[in-house]
């Protein structure tokens, strides 16, 4: 089951702050984050495992709500280089086996 | 932090001939590598878990006499597009389970069918 991420696309100035929300229809195990940039491979941000678990770095964070089955991403006095797509992955099983399911995508565009 | 290699980064091939994309993990050891398609503008879809010593496992849609994978190591899973035609172009990503930092991709390859 693809996850949902919102919103599509967003569109922010140099400064401001943005929320990606993934939801999943399923109970998950942990939520990935990734952010691409067009032509390039997909840059591991971060990875929460259930259990209410919040991380962050510099000014990117994320929160999982195991009960809800959803993620959101933080990004806080957005910066031009943080423009991409950003995609989350969910895993609904642990262990090295489990299959990564990507969302179809949020698309920010930071304007200077 | 881990890497993984994969090559080549872009290749044009001709209609009805094959393709071999390598994908490798330089310094760490991978039981199990994915392999993704993404088509301009949409998400990286899932095609197949590629088991180190075992046959891969397709998702639903994806052919697998078509898409050929072999995982003979422990560092190295290769996909071969059989008798490519112009709509298997896309972007090929592998991906491989490290230890600490959750999936690391590869660079990814640009097929291009004509």
């Known amino acids: 089951q693809q996850p949902v991420q919102s919103p599509q696309a967003v569109i922010l100035r140099e400064g401001e702050d943005a929320v990606i929300n993934c939801s999943s229809s399923k109970a998950l195990y942990s939520v990935h984050w990734y952010r691409q940039k067009h032509g390039e491979a997909p840059v591991f941000l971060m990875i929460l495992l259930k259990g209410g678990e919040q991380k962050g770095h510099d000014k990117i964070s994320a929160s999982f709500n195991e009960k809800k089955q959803q993620s959101s991403l933080y990004l806080t006095a957005s910066q031009l280089s943080y423009s991409g797509t950003y995609f989350c992955g969910t895993q609904r099983g642990g262990g090295s086996q489990g299959n990564l399911i990507f969302g179809k995508g949020t698309k920010l565009s930071v304007k200077p | 932090g881990a890497v993984v290699s994969q090559h080549p980064s872009r290749v044009i091939c001709k209609s009805g001939t094959s393709v071999k994309i390598e994908c490798r993990s330089l310094?760490?050891?991978?039981?199990?590598m994915f392999w993704y398609r993404q088509f301009p503008k949409q998400s990286l879809m899932l095609m197949a878990t590629?088991?180190?010593?075992?046959?891969?496992?397709?998702e639903q849609g994806v052919e697998k006499d078509k898409f050929l994978i072999n995982h003979a190591s422990l560092t190295l899973s290769t996909l071969t597009v059989t008798s490519a035609h112009p709509e298997d172009s896309s972007f090929y990503i592998c991906s491989a389970r490290d230890t600490i930092n959750g999936y690391t991709f590869g660079s990814g390859t640009r097929l291009t069918v004509v």
């Open positions: 310094d760490f050891q991978a039981t199990t």
């Open positions: 590629s088991n180190e010593g075992s046959k891969a496992t397709y």
